[in-house]
């Protein structure tokens, strides 16, 4: 089946650790995005990438970073300093069309 | 991206139709309407999307006023799985997207009630 995964489901960390968050995906898109949610919010972008080696900022980039080695690949690392990390974080990417497909998300909560 | 105004929350009997509204004043001559749901703690899933003409999938139907100034999002015949927050977007659209992004507001939570 073609899609996007997201690993792990849940996480935790303790505060001052970096952690990384894996997203990958089989439907040969170019384009892939990282978002957070936090409780009865809307998605925030934090990173996005067009194509390979390649990465734009987001909205709330601080405390977070990214690599784009693999079209399938995009895996997002919160860093120790990103204040407040406990959030749920979403992966996308999308084609040329009009859909953007969205991971089951990984829910990052720090210790 | 232009800016989107949905109420907060809907409530909508079983097996009636849901009516969600959005305002996109100003929305530009390239940008399409999109919308998507999100159910509790997934990922959000697409809907539909329409420019200028109504637009029916297997899911929804989208009606946009002729000044494309609002929208509408009709479930027809709503269940209970319906229940999920949905966002309306507004962005440019087609080919010359890829990368660009979606610009989720907090969206409307609809209730489905049995």
């Known amino acids: 089946d073609g899609g996007i995964t997201q690993s792990p489901k849940y996480l935790f960390r303790k505060e001052g650790q970096n952690v990384t968050l894996s997203c990958e995906q089989n439907l040969n898109h170019d384009a892939m995005y990282w978002y957070r949610q936090d409780p009865g919010q809307g998605l925030r972008l934090i990173y996005y990438?067009?194509?390979?080696?390649?990465?734009q900022k987001g909205d709330i980039a601080e405390g977070y970073s990214v690599s784009r080695e693999k079209k399938e690949s995009f895996p997002l690392t919160v860093t120790s300093a990103q204040k407040n990390p406990t959030a749920f974080y979403l992966c996308?990417?999308?084609?040329?069309?009009?859909?953007?497909?969205f991971g089951p998300g990984t829910r990052l909560t720090v210790l | 991206d232009a800016k989107t105004t949905q109420p907060t929350s809907m409530d909508c009997a079983e097996g009636r139709a849901a009516n969600l509204p959005c305002n996109h004043s100003?929305?530009?001559?390239?940008?399409?309407v999109y919308w998507y749901r999100q159910i509790h703690s997934q990922g959000p899933q697409y809907i539909i999307h329409?420019?200028?003409n109504n637009e029916t999938n297997e899911m929804a139907s989208l009606i946009i006023t002729e000044d494309r100034k609002s929208s509408t999002l009709i479930l027809p015949h709503a269940t209970l799985r319906d229940t999920a927050v949905y966002y309306c977007?507004?962005?440019?659209?087609?080919?010359?997207?890829?990368?660009?992004?979606?610009?989720f507001g907090e969206g409307t939570q609809l209730t489905v009630n049995p």
């Open positions: 329409g420019l200028k």
């Open positions: 996308a990417s999308t084609s040329v069309a009009h859909e953007q497909f």
């Open positions: 977007i507004v962005r440019v659209g087609g080919a010359e997207t890829s990368g660009s992004r979606l610009t």
């Open positions: 100003t929305i530009s001559g390239n940008e399409y």
């Open positions: 990438s067009q194509i390979v080696n390649d990465f």
